[in-house]
């Protein structure tokens, strides 16, 4: 880290705030903030926050993606707290599983959305963003906040899929935030002249580029609206509009301008770094952007909730469209290990396939309230006996290329990467077990198409009615593209449900309901 200055997410607000007084830091469609006034309005809110009666219980932040959440989270972090942004448009039931699991000490909204907040959220206290942003900032009790947080500390809480049906909050820490930005520094010129172009909800962690980036470097970041994301032909003009330099993006976005070939009419006259993160980048919609944008620089990003950024391949040459596009290598600060199915490690020119492992600054302290899970998957390093150095696995196949960069080969449970978003096949299916016509079901992934597969035995329905189910419990992004009903779903010699054979026979094109 810079010095003392930086160790944690306040005290780089402060730096930034002193360095940039009077640049834009955010921007949406409605509205614009300085550093100055982020800074000004964050330390009223913290202070609100600050005089909460349970400070060492996590902060909801109920708001849609705009300058004033991005704000927000940030008040909550200088009033000494754990931000949790929560996804407004999630099913109550989601809600509910959430919340027993956070107790939050408030719910941070705005006023447009308190009713909405307050049914949602309960007998859980709701307060007001402008009502705290009207205050006056107590400089002494901010600046007590932040010489008690060390850059180990949580910084948020962000909730992805659970296997069991039961969301998991990840935690993430000051650290973990601070290192990846030393790490951008060191290795790309961004700077106080870019401007970056959100696209993640702020409760995606690739988001976290576009909220903390402008307090590295002093550029700024546009909130761009989700609708615009549908229509490419919008998309471009207001990227320009904009002057967006950088944009940390899944390819799902990426591939959407792609699939319209929206850019053989007009070109981002302005991008310089185009990362993309969260899913596999297919390599003819990557093809399309660098042939007709080949001046950016384009940067295949590897990570999870719960490590953060630790990969990374700067694309450095042409790809056929059967290659594998690399993950790539350590960032800083990162370590990598990638083991057998004894724990033994394999190393480049190993002609073998493994579990990616991460140890190092990108692992995180858990999950929250969740010792178990946690157990599960942040492990005592099996190559390290005689000290305490904790790794976390992260479930994805990898393999060493020729070339020494790590390439991904899938994953060793049913959890899945789509549309940007992580999700856990078994959380679906949990959710479908409340339907009265369904036996048992099982959902697996068409990476090809990118599609939801759900089968299921009982009484054959009508997929509206499975679906209709569906959406009261999941958010849309997890609800299954086809829906095939087979009585009984094949099983394997334990009794299990046979996943494999139902993806081989989708190949073949059973008919869907």
């Keep these: 880290m810079e010095g003392r200055a930086q160790r944690n997410i ?5 730096e930034a705030a002193a360095r940039f007084p ?3 830091a955010y921007e949406d469609e409605t509205c614009s903030m300085t550093f100055s006034e982020v800074r000004r309005l964050a330390a009223s809110i913290g202070t609100g926050i600050a005089a909460l009666e349970n400070p060492g219980r996590p902060v909801a932040v109920f708001m849609e993606k705009s300058v004033w959440m991005a704000v927000s989270l940030l008040g909550v972090s200088c009033g000494g707290c754990i931000y949790c942004p929560v996804d407004v448009a999630m099913p109550k039931a989601r809600m509910d599983r959430i919340l027993s699991v956070l107790e939050p000490a408030a719910v941070l909204t705005s006023g447009s959305m308190g009713a909405r907040a307050r049914e949602a959220c309960g007998d859980c206290p709701v307060l007001l963003v402008e009502d705290l942003a009207a205050r006056p900032a107590d400089e002494a009790l901010l600046a007590s906040q932040r010489a008690r947080i060390k850059s180990s500390d949580p910084l948020y809480i962000l909730f992805t899929s659970g296997s069991t049906g039961m969301p998991k909050g990840v935690v993430g820490t000051h650290q973990t935030v601070l290192n990846n930005l030393e790490w951008l520094a060191s290795r790309f010129d961004l700077g106080p002249d870019d401007v970056l172009g959100n696209q993640a909800p702020l409760h995606f962690v690739v988001a976290d580029h576009d909220l903390y980036c402008p307090l590295k470097f002093g550029c700024s970041s546009f909130f761009i609206p989700a609708g615009y994301f549908s229509f490419p032909a919008k998309l471009i003009p207001l990227l320009n509009q ?36 969260g899913e596999v980048m297919p390599v003819r919609q990557l093809n399309y952007w660098r042939a007709h944008v080949p001046s950016a620089h384009y940067i295949n990003l590897y990570g999870s909730t719960e490590m953060y950024m630790c990969c990374y391949y700067e694309v450095d040459r042409e790809y056929a469209e059967t290659d594998t596009l690399p993950i790539g290598g350590p960032c800083g600060g990162t370590g990598i290990l990638v083991l057998d ?16 492992c991460i140890r190092g600054f990108a692992v995180g302290p858990g999950y929250y309230r969740d010792p178990e899970q946690t157990a599960r998957k942040f492990i005592q390093n099996p190559l390290e006996p ?16 020729t070339d020494g960069l790590l390439e991904f080969c899938g994953r060793a449970d049913y959890q899945i990467k789509h ?16 339907v009265p016509e369904i036996s048992s079901c099982a959902c697996v992934y068409d990476q ?30 997890m609800l299954p593209s086809r829906y ?16 494999k054979f139902l993806q081989e026979q989708y190949e073949k094109n059973i008919k869907s309901c």
Excluded: C
Aim: net charge neutral; aromatic share 12%.
């Design 341 to 356: 199915e004894m724990d033994r490690e394999i190393l480049p020119g190993m002609e073998e396939t493994g579990e990616l």
């Design 10 to 14: 306040p005290s780089l607000l402060e």
């Design 242 to 277: 904009h002057r967006v330099t950088t944009v940390f993006w899944v390819p799902f976005a990426l591939g959407t301008i792609a699939s319209f070939r929206a850019l053989d009419e007009i070109l981002p006259e302005f991008l310089r770094y185009v990362f993309f993160v």
């Design 448 to 477: 090809k198409k990118q599609r939801i597969l759900f089968f299921y035995d009982g009484t054959e329905t009508d997929r509206k009615t499975i679906s209709s189910s569906l959406s009261q419990q999941l958010p849309r992004y």
């Design 419 to 434: 549309l940007g978003y992580r999700i856990e096949l078994g959380e679906i299916e949990a959710a479908a077990g409340k």
């Design 386 to 401: 005689a000290a305490r150095e904790m790794i976390y696995r992260t479930g994805d196949l990898v393999r060493y290329g």
């Design 22 to 24: 009077q640049r834009k």
């Design 484 to 499: 095939v009903y087979l009585d009984p779903l094949p099983r394997n010699a334990s009794g299990k449900i046979d996943r």
